[in-house]
T-cell receptor, first 112, second 115 residues
Framework: QKEVEQDPGPLSVPEGAIVSLNCTYS??????FMWYRQYSRKGPELLMY????GNKEDGRFTAQVDKSSKYISLFIRDSQPSDSATYLC????????????FGAGTQVVVTP | NAGVTQTPKFQVLKTGQSMTLQCAQD?????MSWYRQDPGMGLRLIHY???????DQGEVPNGYNVSRSTTEDFPLRLLSAAPSQTSVYFC??????????????FGPGTRLTVT
């Protein structure tokens, strides 16, 4: 069993809808939780970075972490066609030192 | 800053050939990593380095070698290419502060096809 599980999608939504993305993980030592966004034929780029449990909001994006159930979520409000990308979750420990474990990534398609 | 740069962008190899994928960063990051990305598999760590002269294996190291003689450069060598190494390769760098490691910055990737 992989340490980080993520539904690969694709997830297709109409413009303006709320997108809900999820990850589960098995390592209770994870304390930092990152979401990366990857456009087609590009490298991943950091979208959100949260520490421990709770919510973090950044514009239209909200990251949620529930450490008790080892569940990570990313919500995109008022989705735009420019949000069409693959979203990868990457939980980590403080001493990950360049060794991240990624979920498989969920492909999101926002249609106009 | 150019960030993380990778060359070449595309490469086609025949089975058994060797080659080196280049990676450089200009952010003075101590950590550098190589990942491969295959459909449905996400990013898998091949090798990583915590500083010049120090490297270690990741999840899928077989068939690949690395070395790190400078902070800036972290080349990945394919010793004898196999079709199973057809993939997109990403180099990444990151830093730490107060003993906590932070997010990774990725290069644009190298698309490798082995025939």
């Amino acid at each position: 069993q992989k340490e980080v599980e993520q539904d690969p999608g694709p997830l297709s939504v109409p413009e303006g809808a709320i997108v809900s993305l999820n990850c589960t993980y098995s390592n209770s030592a994870f304390q930092y939780f990152m979401w990366y966004r990857q456009y087609s034929r590009k490298g991943p780029e950091l979208l959100m970075y949260t520490y421990s449990s709770g919510n973090k909001e950044d514009g239209r994006f909200t990251a949620q972490v529930d450490k008790s159930s080892k569940y990570i979520s990313l919500f995109i409000r008022d989705s735009q066609p420019s949000d069409s990308a693959t979203y990868l979750c990457a939980p980590s420990t403080p001493d990950s030192w360049g060794k991240l474990q990624f979920g498989a990534g969920t492909q999101v398609v926002v249609t106009p | 800053n150019a960030g993380v740069t990778q060359t070449p962008k595309f490469q086609v190899l025949k089975t058994g050939q060797s080659m080196t994928l280049q990676c450089a960063q200009d952010m003075n990051h101590e950590y550098m990593s190589w990942y491969r990305q295959d459909p449905g598999m996400g990013l898998r760590l091949i090798h990583y380095s915590v500083g010049a002269g120090i490297t270690d294996q990741g999840e899928v190291p077989n068939g690949y070698n690395v070395s790190r003689s400078t902070t800036e450069d972290f080349p990945l060598r394919l010793l004898s290419a196999a079709p199973s190494q057809t993939s997109v390769y990403f180099c990444a760098s990151s830093y730490s502060r107060d003993r906590v490691s932070y997010e990774q910055y990725f290069g644009p990737g190298t698309r490798l096809t082995v025939t």
